[in-house]
Nanobody, 124 residues
Framework: QLQLVESGGGLVQPGGSLRLSCAAS????????IGWFRQAPGKEHEGVSC????????YYADSVKGRFTISRDNAKNTVYLQMNSLKPEDTAVYYC?????????????????WGQGTQVTVSS
């Protein structure tokens, strides 16, 4: 179900940074595992990162490890994805998803809610 709103995407040069936000108005995100996924044209959804409820443990795909950071601001009911050292291959539509799953590499279909996505383009 479309219950989340992503923002913060845009055009950035290689090596630049963006911070994506994921927000919900109908429920509190701190009760859910939040995952970030991305989809490039003609490609399948790729899991990028997730942060669990409770202890807030995090997971990162090998392709973004060391460059991306996922975090929560519970007071703002928002989850962020800080993306640094961006590469052209990071270009995609980025989606956030919320669910009760706890596995860091859980596929998108195991989540309960998702958003429309925000476009990230990395190009010189």
């Amino acid at each position: 179900q479309l219950q989340l709103v992503e923002s913060g995407g845009g055009l950035v040069q290689p090596g630049g940074s963006l911070r994506l936000s994921c927000a919900a108005s109908t429920f509190t995100l701190d009760l859910y595992t939040i995952g970030w996924f991305r989809q490039a044209p003609g490609k399948e959804h790729e899991g990028v990162s997730c942060i669990s409820s409770g202890d807030g443990s995090t997971y990162y795909a090998d392709s973004v490890k060391g460059r991306f950071t996922i975090s929560r601001d519970n007071a703002k009911n928002t989850v962020y994805l800080q993306m640094n050292s961006l590469k052209p291959e990071d270009t995609a539509v980025y989606y956030c998803a919320a669910g009760t799953v706890v596995a860091g590499d859980a596929p998108l279909y195991e989540y309960d809610y998702w958003g429309q996505g925000t476009q990230v383009t990395v190009s010189s």
